[in-house]
């Protein structure tokens, strides 16, 4: 009823219905504008709660939270526009005077209405309502992630602000969508039938306004038309029960929700699939038969509630920038359990004591030896230097031996050891197929494979002397499993990891170095690489894939310089290529970072297919795109999809086009795909991440009968 006692008639009701829809319509419409306008880009991280840097929300759910305000804008937009297109097609107008009981002549406003467009615009314009509202339920779950850091870090925060969102939004949704349906819906239907008694396509003149006598008398006007009998919409048959509305509204926000969390594990915004099962499970796991990389799981950042005493065997320590994989892994990881607090014994060989590093830590001891002819540990002078430090104070809570530092005779009777493989037997076949496949003509053949598969069978053998293996990719942990038929709970997956402190974007620093080496700004692409310049690198493949494009292709020789830093026999080799390239030498780790702040993608053309190679992650780390070999251990594990970067087979026409394709994304594809390489990075790669993971793992296998916490078991933070 009106104010004045007045019935408000249907057509009023469907006018002020749509007002309502574009007055609301507006106000998200305006909010969605200033919000796109005044936040346009990725959000500044210090604007964020986020304390673990490996939770930071990745570029892609910024892009996503952008793309879902403007769809979100344009569905409100939409839904207005049909609104007030709606509200148009009905023109009021006087066409009848009549008169009321005190005897003035008044005016009965009369709407012409096509019903048929009144009802299926409203509906239209509904359900472009409820697309918006959607589209803006999913950007909200992209700024709470943003703000409070992704799914997959199990937040308690994060699923407190997602979870009503995810289930009041979809449930009032389903809702109105609902309702709006069957209403419209079943009125087209009455008039479709009401069309087929003899009216003129549906086109109805309607009361807007009774007159007093007419009210009584409850007679409706329609000029020209057979009369609407107002009893039909007492003849509405329910289409659906109550109960059955409830049901289907409970089902479809149950579906909704478990809709969405199916999309969060196989979104890159939820990275961590199996912790979230975990989460949802409620349960710790048994952390020796965790079958996936260590690097995964969030470990506490505080000092462990004990410290160990470790022993680590190491062939040789790295001595400035003159150290391979393997020796780089050995320093990064121990000086970081040393700055935990741990007491680390390290046994390696040395020629002179005097050129040996010292560092200011009052927990680190050293036990050097003499190296063997062929440069390996002397078993026996070590093994007598253990015994001795074992037998002093503390005995050792863990051995670690990276690869044979310690042989496997020495080892059998340890069970508190470790031993990392940085490359195995097995991995190493498919190296020597890549280069029998590249051999030139002229080249003797080599034997190689023959050999190979006589050592796979002694590691089968030797291996299992080994307590516990550690492998530094996945590939490498599935291969321990299956092939070297190694018990799964022996073998645990922790991935490399570099300084983050070290290796971050900065591009001061990469300008400065461009300067300092004469690299003119002109040049529109800088590829970059660093390491060992010999064959097994790959680097006669690159060569040959540089000398061909930089004579067939103009634009791509004036506009694109390559940056190598290592050195190697095919250095001079890469000189021979002109001006478009750059030998730098050997860098040190603080030049290094400079170095791939200078550089738009880091290339590494390598033929091992076995361990994990460092120059790949600083890379990442850095911010910048990688492009590398398609091997297992480096698709498996860090070029995991296009996002972070490109790979290649290892022959000159997939190498050449894999570079025309890094040509055509031009520097802004590849500043993109830098920084979701760098989201990966801190996700997996960090030497915080690859140290907890170790201390772990050592706390859960170390000889110590008086544990008062069972460090076996994980616990989800979520948890």
């Known amino acids: ?13 469907h006018i002020m219905a749509l007002d309502g829809i574009v007055n609301v319509n507006s106000l998200f419409t305006l909010a969605l504008f200033l919000g796109l306008a005044w936040y346009p880009t990725t959000p500044d991280p210090n604007t964020t709660l986020i304390t673990d840097a490996s939770c930071t929300a990745p570029s892609s759910i910024a892009e996503d939270l952008i793309a879902f305000h403007v769809y979100s804008f344009s569905s409100f937009l939409f839904s207005s526009l049909i609104a007030l297109a709606v509200k148009q097609t009905i023109k009021l107008f006087d066409t009848k005077k009549v008169e009321d009981s005190d005897g003035v002549v008044r005016s009965a406003p009369l709407a012409h209405v096509n019903l048929v467009v009144l009802r299926a615009g409203t509906l239209v314009s509904g359900f472009g309502s ?19 850091g992704i799914l997959g870090c199990g937040s308690l925060h994060t699923f407190a602000a997602i979870t009503p969102l995810v289930i009041l939004v979809p449930l009032a949704l389903y809702l109105i969508a609902f309702c709006i349906g069957n209403a419209s819906c079943y009125r087209l239907y009455k008039i479709a039938m009401f069309q087929g008694v003899g009216s003129d396509n549906g086109v109805k003149f309607v009361l807007l306004q009774y007159s007093n006598e007419l009210r009584k008398s409850k007679k409706c006007l329609v000029a020209s038309e057979p009369t609407f009998d107002i009893s039909m919409a007492k003849d509405q048959v329910a289409i659906f029960s109550f109960r059955c509305f409830c049901f289907i509204i409970v089902l479809l926000s149950a579906f909704s929700f478990l809709s969405f969390l199916f999309w969060c594990q196989c979104s890159s915004s939820c990275y961590y699939s ?63 359990l040393a700055k935990r607090g741990h007491e680390l014994h390290i046994f390696t060989a040395s020629l002179s004591n005097s050129s040996f590093p010292r560092y200011p830590m009052s927990n680190l001891y050293f036990h050097l030896s003499k190296p063997t002819a062929a440069g390996y540990l002397d078993q026996a002078l070590v093994w007598k230097q253990f015994q001795t430090q074992n037998s002093t104070g503390k005995a050792f809570d863990i051995v670690h031996t990276e690869s044979v530092g310690l042989l496997h005779t020495r080892s059998r009777n340890l069970t508190n050891l470790s031993v990392t493989w940085h490359g195995i037997a097995y991995e190493t076949i498919h190296s020597d197929i890549i280069q029998e496949l590249l051999r030139n003509p002229d080249e003797q053949q080599a034997y190689a494979l023959t ?25 490498a942990g599935d291969i321990l499993r299956r092939i070297y038929m190694i018990p799964e709970e022996r073998v645990h997956v922790i991935l490399n990891g570099v300084d983050e402190e070290i290796f971050k974007p900065d591009p001061a620093k990469g300008k400065s170095f461009k300067q300092k080496f004469g690299v003119v700004e002109s040049r529109s692409l800088v590829l970059g690489m660093a390491g060992r310049l010999v064959k097994d690198k790959g680097h006669p493949l690159m060569f040959e894939a540089l000398k061909q494009m930089l004579v067939e292709n103009g634009t791509f020789r004036e506009n694109t310089i390559v940056l190598i830093a290592g050195d190697g026999p095919w250095g001079a080799r890469y000189r021979d290529l002109g001006a478009n390239t750059l ?24 033929l091992r297919a076995q361990g994990l190679d460092h120059t790949l992650l600083e890379a990442m780390l850095s911010g910048k795109p990688v492009m590398s070999t398609r091997v297992a251990s480096i ?77 076996c078991q994980y616990q989800s933070p979520f948890n």
Request: proline content about 5%; charged content about 20%; overall charge positive.
């Open 130 to 148: 409820v697309f918006g509202c959607g589209f803006l339920m999913m950007a909200l779950v992209d700024l709470v992630q943003i703000k409070l």
């Open 451 to 475: 050999e190979r598969i006589t050592k796979v069978v002694e590691e089968v053998k030797f291996f299992p002397n080994y307590a516990h293996h550690v492998a530094t990719s996945d590939h």
């Open 635 to 711: 698709t498996g594990s860090v070029i995991v999809s296009t996002e972070v970067g490109y790979t290649f087979s290892p022959m000159v026409v997939s190498l050449k086009n894999a570079l025309y394709r890094v040509w055509e994304d031009g520097r802004r594809g590849l500043e993109k795909k830098g920084q979701a390489a760098r989201q990966r990075g801190l996700q997996l790669f960090t030497a915080t991440k690859m140290a907890a993971a170790y201390e772990r793992l050592f706390l859960c296998i170390s000889n110590d009968n008086r544990k008062t916490e069972d460090y």
């Open 1 to 13: 009823m009106s104010p004045n006692n007045q019935k408000i008639t249907t057509t009023r009701i």
């Open 274 to 336: 199996s912790q979230i099962i975990l989460q949802k499970e409620n349960q710790p796991i048994n952390l020796l038969s965790f079958p996936l990389a260590w690097n995964r799981l969030s470990f506490p950042s505080k000092p462990p509630s004990k410290y160990l005493k470790i022993a680590l065997f190491v062939k040789k320590w790295p001595h400035r920038s003159h150290a391979g994989g393997l020796e780089r892994h050995a320093l990064t990881l121990h000086l970081a």
């Open 583 to 606: 030998i730098l030498g050997p860098l040190e780790q603080a030049q290094l970072a400079s170095f791939y702040n200078a550089i738009d993608i880091f290339v590494n053309p390598t």
